[in-house]
Structures are given as C-alpha cells and as structure tokens.
C-alpha cells in the first residue's frame, strides 16, 4: 500500500509525456518528468516521496522534504490567507497550517516549530503549531542511556524542554548545554535520567563513545592546524568550548584517551600529533 507522507520504494510500471507512472499495490501514481531520475526505464524501483497535488491527486517527487508526517521541524512560512498559512517544506506544493492550528497568525518570512501530520478528515498533509497533544510521557517508549532524537521546544528557567523522538518531553539543563541552542535545533542525545514522568537528557553520546567521538574531532582539529593545538590543563573552560565546542572536563578525558592510544603526544604549550 502507497503510504501518505512518506518515502516509498515503487516500481516505475508504464512511461508517458509528462513523466512515469509508479506501481502500488492499488493504485499507479504519477511521477512528473522533472523529477524522473536520467536513464530511468520501466522496471527500475524508485525511493519518492508521496503527498496529494492541488487538485488532491495523489503525486510522487525524488525531492526531498524537510519533515515527513509525524516530524517535528522549523519552517518558513512563506504565505497566509484568511484560511491559514503555507509553509515552505522543501517541495514545489507548501505545506498548509490552518488558522485554527496557529498558537497566533504567522507572518510570512519568520520561522515556526511545527509538527507534520495527516489531516484525518481530507487524508492530506498539513501542519500544525500544536503540538502538545501529541507529546505524552504517560508510555515511555525510551530507557535510560537510550539514544535519541531531540528537538528544543522552548526555554525555560532551568534549560530547555526538549522533544525527544517526536514523541516526548525531556529536560535539557542548563548546566549541560555548552553550545548555543535555537528553538527548533536538532540534535542527538541520551537519556541521562527518568524519574517518574520526568526525563533528563544530555547531548551527545553515553560514556566511552562520547569520548571516541570527540577524539575524531579533537585528531580533525589538530590535522587542519598544522598537527599542534595550543591547549592543555590550564586552559580556561571558555577557551575550550570556544575552540572545540566541548566542556573542559570532556576535553581532558577526550585528549587523555588519545594520549593513551599514543595518537597525541604533550609539549609544554599544548599537544600534537604523535609520530609514527
């Protein structure tokens, strides 16, 4: 079955004019010629997008949105009328919002954090900027140590309310975000703590791994000056997340690990690449 707002891999089944049809189960949509892959012939398989045109025919496009439904993601609003506003999403058709799905009327040029879903009534896309009702931490469907998808949601006094895997809410403290964060950011994180209802999170990768990761960039850092960073133990925090983008005590266990592993030796002034 052809499904609505996601990616389908369909098999390109008869040729025409203005594009190629594509095989479903019950049905054939149309692909138009400006997205037809060059060499394409009846037979191949095609990774597209499904969505309803303007004149609500189901259409196929090898364009790539920037959300599929049930995603949570910043957009532009490029339009409104007394009915609503559109969205651009990356596709030649602009995502609709409703007026009665706007927290307050979108002006065009700004962005807003919306969530993509099917309209159970006209079975179309559409948006909406309420997004609560679909957030629940009732069922969690993560443990602790998970890793996660996460989307800042808003501010609050103690750190921002993260979306977490468009399904739930956690918190994102202060005290653990050394980079700056935009509401509607993406990012990758883990689930530090769950008690009760409540969800801690932290970005980047638990443990070990986080350290590996970071050493890739810390090697990348060192390659693209000339194999020698002037850092070390006396370095202020400031200094290392401005440079690195990472707190200094993640630093000090990144560069210990790399020592350890001899891809790194210290000087006096810092630390370089270790020779072979």
């Given at each position: 079955m052809i499904k609505v707002g996601e990616y389908n891999l369909l098999r390109v089944k008869k040729e025409a004019d203005f594009g190629v049809y594509l095989e479903g189960i019950?049905?054939?949509?149309?692909?138009?010629?400006?997205?037809?892959?060059?060499e394409t012939k009846i037979g191949d398989e095609l990774e597209v997008f499904i969505y309803h045109d303007s004149e609500n025919r189901l259409i196929a496009t090898t364009q790539r949105p920037y959300g599929v439904a049930g995603d949570i993601v910043l957009l532009k609003a490029v339009s409104t009328t007394k009915q609503g506003a559109f969205l651009d999403w990356g596709l030649m058709k602009d995502l609709f919002v409703a007026q009665s799905q706007q927290l307050t009327?979108?002006?065009?040029?700004?962005?807003?954090?919306?969530?993509?879903?099917?309209?159970?009534?006209?079975?179309?896309?559409?948006?909406?900027?309420k997004i609560d009702r679909f957030l629940s931490n009732e069922n969690l469907t993560v443990k602790e140590k998970d890793l996660v998808n996460l989307v800042a949601y808003?501010?609050?006094?103690?750190?921002?309310?993260?979306?977490?895997?468009?399904?739930?809410?956690?918190?994102l403290h202060h005290s653990d975000i050394f980079r700056p964060i935009e509401i509607g950011d993406k990012m990758t994180g883990f689930i530090r703590q769950i008690k009760d209802d409540k969800i801690d999170v932290i970005l980047g990768k638990p443990g070990f791994s986080k350290v590996e990761d970071e050493g890739e960039k810390v090697l990348?850092?060192?390659?693209?000056?000339?194999?020698?960073?002037?850092?070390?133990?006396?370095?202020t925090p400031e200094e290392i997340q401005d440079f690195f983008g990472m707190s200094k005590k993640t630093f000090k266990m990144t560069?210990?690990?790399?020592?350890?592993?001899?891809?790194?030796?210290?000087?006096?002034?810092g630390f370089k690449i270790a020779e072979d």
């Open positions: 019950d049905q054939e949509v149309l692909l138009p010629s400006r997205f037809v892959p060059r009327r979108m002006v065009p040029g700004q962005e807003y954090l919306v969530k993509i879903y099917i309209d159970e009534l006209t079975g179309r896309l559409a948006a909406t900027e808003r501010r609050t006094d103690i750190g921002y309310v993260m979306i977490i895997n468009n399904q739930h809410t956690g918190i990348r850092l060192l390659r693209e000056n000339d194999g020698y960073l002037p850092y070390h133990d006396k370095s560069i210990g690990n790399l020592y350890k592993q001899r891809k790194i030796v210290f000087t006096q002034t």
